[in-house]
């Protein structure tokens, strides 16, 4: 029988399979199936093996992430931490705001906590010899966004050059990431750069693009395999994405995964993803993700290349059950069958009453609607954005986050009719989706928001 670390490797190079790859991308979720919090997980490599140990049996799965953290590298530079205990890190300071690339502190593998993620990939592969290993990096363009802030959407426009020579800079940092876990035994190298489902597909082709396509050629040229992560609505950068150079694309709900499947195999890109993180995996019910499941393959198997996996990291209180479940619809076609004929949704979401915006008539409310400003870089990029351009206004102004995490702010979501995360709506109208905007934008359809409530 081929082992799950072999199908992952065809699967990648588009090679026919005996079943689709399953993997589950194990972050903060390891650290609750072992009983630790988020930052006593993420700094043990003992522990992280351990718990992929567990993943492995209990989800069956092909292939898994070593440490999914997007802020080792942020952290090595320079950037603070903020640390949780459900949720990794978030980045709370952004030195290159205004200073320079040379006031930065050296990167290299033996700072910060890189070491323990290559202990960890070195011990995971030799106790996982039959598994896929991912190591995972912030992708070029996050990593720029986590040193520069939301102000990179400015410079981009007013200081191209700026931003390109720090692109330059992150590129290298990423590729000597992963060549660092390459070496330690990696198979696959998954660039998470969710940042990019917030550039428009011109930026794209210059601020993405080319970075990430020499660090896909340099993770080639060193013998492994690369994957593209982004997260959010990218549609509008689909084309752009199964351009590159990468081995293999993973989007998110947020995605149409057809359209994404279709761009794929026309242009020989293997592809995967799209289970629902929240909704179904977090909090459905297992026979939510088995429909989710059967969705995906019953889309998908039959192309070329596909890899069923969540959208992300799997949120850290995840259900056991409902990750057995996805395990059970991928290794046995009889358990299939019965799903397509007994299994029923039973998920069931309260969709609270819009409140009445008109009335608040002392106030304007900001809705923001997240996966998790302290969890998800998009999200905690738009929060942020959100309560800057407010605070000018004081208590006329009441910014709220909604986390899709959970069932009431799913419900707020669907009360407010917003289909796509992060989204910001102001007095109950849907006005920024997915694209962080700036400042003065948002302060501006807030002030409108208060001159039509007589606030201004």
């Known amino acids: 029988m081929t082992t799950g670390r072999q199908l992952v490797l065809d699967a990648l190079a588009r090679k026919p399979v005996e079943r689709t790859p399953w993997v589950p991308f194990v972050g903060v979720h390891g650290g609750k199936m072992l009983g630790l919090d988020a930052t006593s997980y993420l700094k043990s490599p003992a522990k992280v093996v351990e718990a992929l140990g567990m993943a492995k049996d209990l989800y069956k799965a092909d292939g898994l992430p070593i440490v999914f953290d997007l802020q080792i590298e942020a952290e090595i530079l320079g950037c603070k931490l903020h640390w949780a205990t459900d949720v990794p890190p978030s980045v709370v300071s952004h030195p290159l705001t205004s200073a320079s690339l040379d006031t930065l502190p050296a990167f290299g593998l033996d700072k910060g906590r890189m070491p323990q993620a290559l202990e960890a990939t070195r011990l995971a592969r030799a106790a996982l010899p039959d598994t896929a290993l991912y190591g995972l990096l912030c992708g070029p363009f996050t990593l720029a966004s986590h040193l520069v802030g939301s102000e990179i959407f400015v410079q981009m426009f007013d200081d191209p050059e700026r931003i390109q020579g720090?692109?330059?800079?992150?590129?290298?940092?990423?590729?000597?990431?992963?060549?660092?876990?390459?070496?330690?035994?990696?198979?696959?190298i998954g660039v998470v750069d969710p940042m990019t489902s917030q550039v428009s597909p011109k930026h794209f082709k210059a601020f993405v693009t080319p970075y990430v396509n020499r660090l896909f050629d340099a993770i080639r040229a060193a013998g492994g395999r690369s994957s593209l992560f982004v997260c959010g609505d990218a549609t509008r950068n689909l084309p752009n994405m199964v351009e590159t150079t990468c081995d293999n694309i993973s989007i998110d709900e947020n995605i149409d995964i057809l359209k994404l499947r279709d761009l794929a195999v026309a242009k020989g890109k293997s592809f995967g993803g799209n289970l629902k993180l929240t909704v179904v995996l977090l909090l459905g019910k297992p026979g939510d993700a088995k429909l989710d499941t059967l969705r995906c393959l019953d889309a998908c198997a039959a192309s070329p290349g596909f890899i069923l996996a969540p959208?992300?990291?799997?949120?850290?209180?995840?259900?056991?059950?409902?990750?057995?479940?996805?395990?059970?619809?991928?290794?046995?076609?009889?358990?299939?069958?019965?799903?397509?004929?007994?299994?029923?949704?039973?998920?069931?979401?309260?969709?609270?009453?819009?409140?009445?915006?008109?009335?608040?008539?002392?106030?304007?409310?900001?809705?923001?609607?997240?996966?998790?400003?302290?969890?998800?870089?998009?999200?905690?990029?738009?929060?942020?954005?959100?309560?800057?351009?407010?605070?000018?206004?004081?208590?006329?102004?009441?910014?709220?986050?909604?986390?899709?995490?959970?069932?009431?702010?799913?419900?707020?979501?669907?009360?407010?009719?917003?289909?796509?995360?992060?989204?910001?709506?102001?007095?109950?109208?849907?006005?920024?989706v997915s694209i962080i905007p700036d400042g003065p934008t948002i302060s501006a359809a807030v002030k409108d928001a208060l001159l039509a409530k007589g606030l201004a």
């Open 311 to 432: 959208g992300c990291d799997l949120p850290y209180d995840t259900p056991i059950d409902n990750l057995k479940a996805v395990a059970e619809m991928v290794s046995d076609p009889y358990q299939r069958e019965i799903a397509r004929t007994t299994a029923r949704a039973t998920l069931e979401v309260t969709v609270p009453q819009t409140p009445d915006y008109a009335a608040q008539r002392g106030v304007v409310t900001v809705d923001v609607i997240t996966l998790d400003s302290a969890g998800c870089a998009p999200c905690q990029y738009m929060m942020n954005a959100a309560q800057a351009a407010t605070a000018q206004f004081g208590a006329k102004v009441r910014v709220i986050e909604h986390k899709v995490k959970n069932h009431a702010g799913i419900g707020m979501m669907c009360a407010l009719k917003v289909s796509n995360i992060p989204t910001i709506c102001i007095d109950g109208e849907i006005r920024f």
């Open 166 to 188: 720090i692109l330059d800079f992150c590129t290298e940092v990423a590729i000597t990431t992963a060549r660092g876990y390459l070496a330690a035994g990696a198979d696959v």
